[in-house]
C-alpha cells in the first residue's frame, strides 16, 4: 500500500482526495433501505395513509359531521363507498378524519417522549449521582405502574373535570408521552453510559477533546439511529394505546372521531352482526398502519448499522 | 543530564474491590505497585511481563485515563496530578496514547480524516484550511493512502486502523507515545510493518515511546532500554543488550527462554515457571515471584527484595543476585 502511495505525487495525491466520493452514512444507510423491500412497502403505506388521512378529506363530498337521518346505516354503495354510521355521516369521511387524529396523536405523542425521554436520559447519564438517581427512580416508578391503568385514571379524570372535548386530543398526546418518556430515557442512559466507556471516548480524553466536541460528535452520532428505530416503533405504539383509550371511552371524545371511537360506537351487538362497515375499517386501519409502522421500523434498524454491508 | 521527559516515581494504582449492598470496599487489586520509570527524550522503554502484569495500567495511569492511588508522574517536569484539568487538556496533545485494539479505539460513525484532524481543530493548533492538508501528510507518512481520508473505520483491515490510530496519535506532534500493545491484535506480517512504521517515526520525528508489550521480540527489536514487570512491580531493568545478553532475575530468565528462535535445531533449555500469575488482590508475601520462582529460599518468603542498582543502567529486584 506505501508503495501505490509512493508511486503517487504528493500533489496528485491531494488532488485526488479533495474530489472525494463522500458517500455519507446516511446515503449509504438510505441506499440500503431502498433495496429493503419489506420496509420500503411499510413505509409507502404509511405515506399513503398520511396522504390520504391529511389530503383526503379535501375531496370528500360530505361536510364534517354531517348528519343525514335519512341515510342512517346504509351499507357501502358508489355514493358512500363504506357507507354511513348511524347517523347518516359518511364513514369514509369520518374514517380520514379519524386517521388525522389518530396519526397526528400518536406522532406528537412520540415527539414529546423522544425529546422529553433524551434530555432526562442525557442529563441523568451526564451528571450521574443523585440528579441521575432522582431522574431514573422517577422513571422506574412510571414503569413498574403498567400504562393502561394509569392511562384509564387520568382519562377518568379529565372526563369527571369536564375537559371539552377538542383539548381532550392534547390532553392525550402528553398523557401518552408522560407514559413513554421513562422507556426512552434509560435507553438514551443507558446508550450514553455504555459509549462513554468505549476505547474511542477514551481516545477522545487521550487526544484532549472539549465536552462539547466529545458530546457532539462522538457521543450524540452514536446514539441517533437507535433513537430513530425506537421513535418510529414508538409511533406504533402510541397509536394503538390512543385506540385503545379513545375505544374505552377515555381518549378523544365524539364527535371529533378516531380510529378507536369509531369501533367503539360500533360496540353493541346490532352494529355487529348487521353493520360490519361501522367497525371493520377503523380496525383494519389500526391493524394495517401499526404493522407498517412496525415493519418499516424494523427495516430501519436493519440499516442504520454502519458494519452491515452489503 | 538533561531534565529526563517523563518522571514516574513510586507510582501505585490500587483498585477497590467492592461487595455487598453498599459496596463496602473488602480489599484492593494491586495492579501498579510502586513502579519508578525514567525516560530520556528519544528513548525507547519496553515494557514488559505477562497479562495481568499491570503494564498498560502503567501506561493508562501515567496520562491520566485513570486516576493514581499514590506516587508522582512528571512530564517535562510538569507534575500532571498537580494541574487543573483545563490545563491538562492543553497538556495531553503532547502525550499521546496508541490502544491495543484498533477496532474499538475508532469511532465507527467518524470519518478517517475527520478523526485524525479533530485534535487539531479543536486545540487551534492548525487553521481550519490547513488541516485537511495536514492529514494527508500524516496518512502518508503512516503509510495509508489519500483516497482513505473520507473513508469510515469499518472499511479498513486491522492493520490499516492500526496506522489510523497512529496517526491520529501522530498529527499532535507529541512528544511522548505510550503504545499499548499496539500489534497484539494484529497478525504477524502487519506486525513487522507497524513496528518498522514505529522506527521509521522514531528516526524522521525523534519520538520518546514507551513500548508496553508481552512479547520480547517485539521488544527487543524496537527498544533500547526494558523493564520487566510482574504483578505490578517491576522486577528489572537494563538496557536491551544487557537484559538479553545478562539477565540476572529468575522471572526475565524464564521469559527469554520462552522467546521463540528461528533456527529449529537449536536445542536450548527451557525454563518452565509452574503455576499460573498469583491473584493481584492477593500477592504473596515478600518476593512477589517466589511462588513461582525455581530458586526461592526463605528469605524470598519473608522479605520484598529492594530494587538494588547492578552497574550501568542494569537495576534488579531480587535477593539472590
Sequence with gaps: ?310 | MSEPLLEVNHLKKYFPITSGLFNRTIGHVKAVDDISITLQQGETFGLVGESGSGKSTVGRTIIRLTDKTDGEVKFKGIDLYNVPEKELRKLRPKMQLIFQDPYSSLNPRVRVGDAIGEALINHGLAPKEEVRDRVLDVLDSCGLSSYHIDRFPHEFSGGQRQRIGIARALILDPDLIIADEPVSALDVSIQAQIINLFRKLQTTRGLTYLFISHDLSVVEHLCNRIGVMYLGTMMETASRDELFKNPLHPYTKALLSAVPIPVPRLKRERIVLKGDIPNPANPPAGCKFHTRCPFAADVCREQVPVFRHMGGDHYVACHLV
Design chain 1, 1 to 310: 500500500m506505501s508503495s501505490i502511495s509512493g508511486s503517487v505525487t504528493k500533489t496528485e495525491a491531494h488532488q485526488a482526495a479533495v474530489t472525494p466520493i463522500r458517500s455519507s452514512l446516511w446515503r449509504q444507510a438510505l441506499h440500503r433501505l431502498r433495496k429493503n423491500k419489506l420496509a420500503m412497502s411499510g413505509f409507502i403505506f404509511i405515506v399513503f395513509m398520511l396522504l390520504a388521512c391529511f389530503a383526503g378529506p379535501l375531496f370528500s363530498p360530505y361536510a364534517d359531521n354531517k348528519i343525514n337521518p335519512a341515510n342512517m346505516n346504509a351499507a357501502p354503495s358508489l355514493k358512500h363507498w363504506l357507507g354511513t354510521d348511524m347517523l347518516g355521516r359518511d364513514v369514509l369521511t369520518r374514517l380520514l378524519q379519524a386517521g388525522r387524529i389518530s396519526l397526528t396523536v400518536g406522532i406528537a405523542s412520540m415527539c414529546i417522549s423522544v425529546i422529553l425521554g433524551s434530555i432526562l436520559g442525557a442529563v441523568a447519564a451526564y451528571y450521574r449521582g443523585i440528579v441521575d438517581q432522582i431522574i431514573m427512580r422517577v422513571a422506574d416508578l412510571l414503569l413498574t405502574i403498567p400504562g393502561l391503568p394509569i392511562l384509564f385514571i387520568m382519562g377518568a379524570l379529565l372526563s369527571e373535570w369536564k375537559i371539552p372535548s377538542e383539548y381532550r386530543m392534547y390532553i392525550v398526546m402528553l398523557m401518552l408521552s408522560f407514559i413513554g418518556w421513562p422507556g426512552l430515557a434509560r435507553l438514551v442512559r443507558s446508550q450514553m453510559l455504555s459509549i462513554r466507556e468505549r476505547e474511542f471516548m477514551q481516545a477522545a480524553i487521550v487526544l484532549g477533546l472539549n465536552d462539547r466536541r466529545k458530546l457532539f460528535n462522538h457521543m450524540i452520532p452514536n446514539i441517533i439511529p437507535l433513537l430513530i428505530v425506537v421513535a418510529t416503533l414508538s409511533i406504533g405504539g402510541a397509536i394503538l394505546s390512543e385506540s385503545v383509550l379513545s375505544f374505552f371511552g377515555l381518549g378523544v371524545m365524539p364527535p371529533t372521531p378516531t380510529w378507536g371511537n369509531m369501533i367503539d360506537a360500533a360496540n353493541n351487538l346490532i352494529d355487529f352482526e348487521k353493520h360490519p362497515w361501522l367497525w371493520i375499517p377503523p380496525g383494519v386501519a389500526i391493524f394495517t398502519t401499526v404493522i407498517a409502522i412496525n415493519i418499516f421500523g424494523d427495516g430501519l434498524r436493519d440499516v442504520l448499522d454502519p458494519k452491515q454491508k452489503k
